[in-house]
């Protein structure tokens, strides 16, 4: 199984910065997909970032973030990292990282995901 940990959230101003970090442990071989994802109370989670811990290809952004967020991977540390620029209060939720597989299903469904981090809050204040 997988392991992960969020770590890294907090209280910002608008136009601010974070940097989030998910640490992974267990057997990511057969989970080659990390994405994040955040959740706001009363809405849906949504789809934020996604890399893969190797290989080649572009980084998956949602429209929402595109500009503002990069997703980046560590893997010597096994660590994937959501580095959160220009902060707005919208981006305010509870922010997940995942792992899932190739074949699950689309890179920004959730249920492509199969291991969830506890979640890490982030607040952002007008």
């Known amino acids: 199984q997988v392991q992960l940990v969020e770590s890294g959230g907090g209280l910002v101003q608008a136009g601010g910065s974070l940097r989030l970090s998910c640490a992974a442990s267990?057997?990511?071989?057969?989970?080659?997909?990390m994405g994040w994802f955040r959740q706001a109370p009363g809405k849906e989670r949504e789809f934020v970032a996604h890399i893969r811990w190797s290989g080649g290809g572009s980084a998956r952004y949602a429209d929402s973030v595109k500009g503002r967020f990069t997703i980046s991977r560590d893997n010597a540390k096994d660590t994937v990292y959501l580095q959160m620029n220009s902060l707005k209060p919208e981006d305010t939720a509870v922010y997940y990282c995942?792992?899932?597989?190739?074949?699950?299903?689309?890179?920004?469904?959730?249920?492509?995901?199969?291991?969830w981090g506890q979640g890490t809050q982030v607040t952002v204040s007008s």
């Open positions: 995942a792992c899932g597989g190739w074949y699950s299903g689309s890179y920004d469904e959730a249920t492509a995901y199969a291991y």
């Open positions: 267990g057997r990511t071989l057969n989970t080659p997909r």
